[in-house]
């Protein structure tokens, strides 16, 4: 149709009318339909001249039982829950990945839980990445903290071919020379979540010997990426330091889990942490450092998108969220 004043003037009345009725539509569409559902979930942040995304791999409702804080008890346990306004009972152990944008590299660092976990897990690969605008095969480089199913299971689904197939996988040697080593799996108990992440690692890692790069903890791992010992929660545990320009940002991985449980209590050992005294005195090493240098930290179960800075609180910390921005 050719546009003339009239046509113009008429389309601009029909336009007014459309959103004078339009919040009745939307109404009775929120009537029809509520999804109840979170659409995929990713945030992007700059560190410096990088820029950060955490993607959502999900999340895993734990029940709390005697043991899941090996030195406190289960009402302990529910009391620091409700303390941050969470329910009693249940831990919802959240898994956010970092993919790092360098400018000319894409490192993601962890990998989720993989498929076929959960209903509620899995979601980098079921959509987290391509909500974000990347396709696996783009990845060149991904670095694992430490060989919980969590966070390299996202590497390969079942015995198929390794989901990023063009990436560098580069992992810590000790945490390697523990998970590899036949002596260690044979002393390892039957069953149980140690027995399971020998078997996990053999699986995952099947094949790939030759094409894993293991790095040393304490020194650089790619340019720009650092790597700190934080020994504990597993044998060869690495957390990560990103520095660009006058950007920094700290990936604790698995120094703690949820912040209500072994941030504001550091001295609790978590069952996950396979050396509780050792990861406690990570774990106050790290977050002392952090909150002395008001270095931004991501936490792989902290709540999405797992950003925000450390404070002090006397023998405790607390995690400050960082506040969302619409521009980077
Ligand atoms: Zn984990």
Redesign the pocket.
């Known amino acids: 149709m050719k546009i003339t004043r009239r046509t113009a003037l008429a389309s601009a009345a029909a336009a007014g009318a459309a959103s004078l009725a339009e919040p009745f539509a939307l109404n009775r569409i929120a009537a029809a339909n509520q999804p109840g559902k979170q659409a995929a979930s990713y945030y992007r942040y700059k560190v410096g001249d990088f820029e950060v995304t955490a993607i959502s791999d999900g999340v895993l409702n734990a029940p709390i039982q005697q043991g899941f804080v090996k030195n406190a008890s289960v009402d302990d346990v529910n009391a620091a829950l409700e303390a941050a306004f969470m329910p009693r009972g249940t831990l919802a152990n959240q898994?956010n990945p970092v993919l790092i944008n360098t400018g000319s590299q894409l490192i993601l660092v962890d990998t989720g839980n993989g498929p076929g976990r959960s209903p509620t897990t899995g979601m980098l690969l079921a959509g987290g990445l391509a909500a974000a605008g990347v396709d696996p095969k783009q990845v060149n480089t991904v670095i694992i903290s430490?060989f919980?199913g969590?966070?390299i299971g996202g590497l390969r689904s079942g015995d198929g071919p390794i989901n990023f197939p063009n990436a560098e996988i580069i992992v810590p040697a000790d945490e390697w020379a523990f998970w590899m080593d036949d002596g260690n799996m044979s002393r390892a108990p039957e069953s149980g979540p140690v027995r399971t992440t020998f078997q996990n690692t053999r699986r995952i890692f099947a094949g790939m010997g030759d094409k894993v790069k293991r790095f040393e903890r304490g020194k650089d791992v790619v340019p720009g990426i650092t790597s700190i010992a934080t020994t504990g929660?597993t044998p060869g545990h690495s957390s990560f330091l990103v520095t660009s320009g006058s950007g920094k940002l700290v990936i604790q991985?698995?120094v703690t889990?949820n912040p209500a449980v072994n941030l504001r209590n550091p001295g609790w050992h978590s069952w996950?942490d396979m050396d509780g005294p050792q990861a406690e005195a990570s774990r106050r090493k790290l977050f002392d450092m952090v909150a002395a240098d008001r270095i931004p930290i991501t936490g792989?179960?902290y709540p999405f998108p797992a950003l925000g800075h450390i404070e002090k609180d006397g023998d405790r910390y607390q995690l400050v969220p960082a506040p969302w921005q619409p521009i980077i």
């Open positions: 898994f430490h919980h969590d966070h929660h991985a698995d889990g996950a792989y179960h």
